[in-house]
């Protein structure tokens, strides 16, 4: 059988991809994002409250309100009251079309074959849970960048910091892709003896043409050269070493690595980068950046 049109109705549909691309490329852009494509699947068994959504998606309010704000431009959604959402007849058609054209695609059939095919081998091999590694360094260098920073003091400041990043930085789909918009943190001021209270702040790289207002300013990182290591919270918080000390043992690691290395400890900051920020603090990894130079 053909794969290329042929015949009155298949020059139909030729004839609407060519003229209506732009409309097209724009009502398959509101649907490329898993967490619309969730909030849509959730819709397809009836209408939803704003409430009912938060929790299909994990989305807070403000980035709840952003997606759901694309998908009603689009003509995906309709807002049937206060607060509730259904699909429009459009929208479920799209919906149900994505859908039905994935369940018979190649792609899915060889996506499950090889799910299978790893399940076995595991099976087999008796495959075990994969371990943080034994301590291991890095060296990596980071470019200047231009960052929004969020900086609160508070007895959880990691927590309402992040908090005031993902408020500022989620509706403007600045966590969509980590890759090119890093999430660094650290301490500032850091903790003191005798003080509930201290401080953290978080960074995130931006274009040039962002503008943050309010509590989230704009500040110029120069870089810098640094060693790295890479440490799971949880273990840490739990070790007896952070009990006693207060501070991530992977700290007091990698500096020790650094003062017996060829380098000297650096003058620019210090940095953690999650792998994912949003993840729980028990599954939370972090990459431990330690300022060096030659």
């Not at 097209?24 to 898993?34: D, S, T, Y």
Request: with cysteine; net charge neutral; hydrophobic share 35%.
């Amino acid at each position: 059988m053909s794969l290329f049109m042929s015949g009155a109705n298949d020059d139909r549909v030729w004839n609407t991809l060519s003229e209506s691309s732009g409309d097209i490329a724009f009502v398959l852009g509101a649907l490329a994002n898993n967490k619309r494509f969730a909030l849509l699947t959730s819709l397809l068994r009836g209408p939803q409250t704003f409430s009912v959504l938060q929790r299909v998606t994990g989305l807070g309010k403000t980035a709840l309100a952003h997606h759901l704000g694309i998908l009603l431009k689009a003509g995906i959604l309709k807002r049937i009251g206060k607060g509730r959402y259904e699909l429009s007849i459009d929208g479920a058609e799209f919906v149900k079309a994505v859908g039905i054209a994935y369940a018979g695609s190649r792609r899915r059939r060889e996506l499950e074959a090889a799910r299978h095919a790893d399940y076995i081998q595991k099976v087999h091999t008796k495959q075990k849970e994969p371990k943080m590694k034994e301590f291991e360094v890095k060296i990596a260098r980071l470019e200047p960048m231009r960052v929004a920073s969020a900086n609160v003091i508070s007895t959880t400041p990691e927590h309402d910091a992040w908090e005031k990043m993902r408020t500022w930085a989620e509706p403007k789909g600045l966590l969509e892709d980590l890759e090119k918009h890093p999430v660094f943190g650290f301490n500032n001021p850091n903790p003191s003896p005798g003080r509930k209270e201290y401080g953290y702040e978080f960074w995130i790289r931006v274009e040039p043409d962002i503008e943050p207002k309010g509590e989230v300013e704009v500040k110029e990182f120069e870089g810098g050269l640094y060693a790295v290591t890479t440490c799971k919270l949880k273990e840490e918080i739990e070790s007896e070493f952070f009990q006693k000390e207060g501070y991530l043992e992977s700290w007091k690691k990698i500096v020790d690595w650094v003062k017996s290395s060829k380098y000297k400890y650096g003058k620019h900051q210090c940095l953690e980068k999650a792998h994912d920020p949003s993840a729980s603090e028990e599954e939370l990894v972090l990459d431990l950046y330690c300022p060096i130079e030659e």
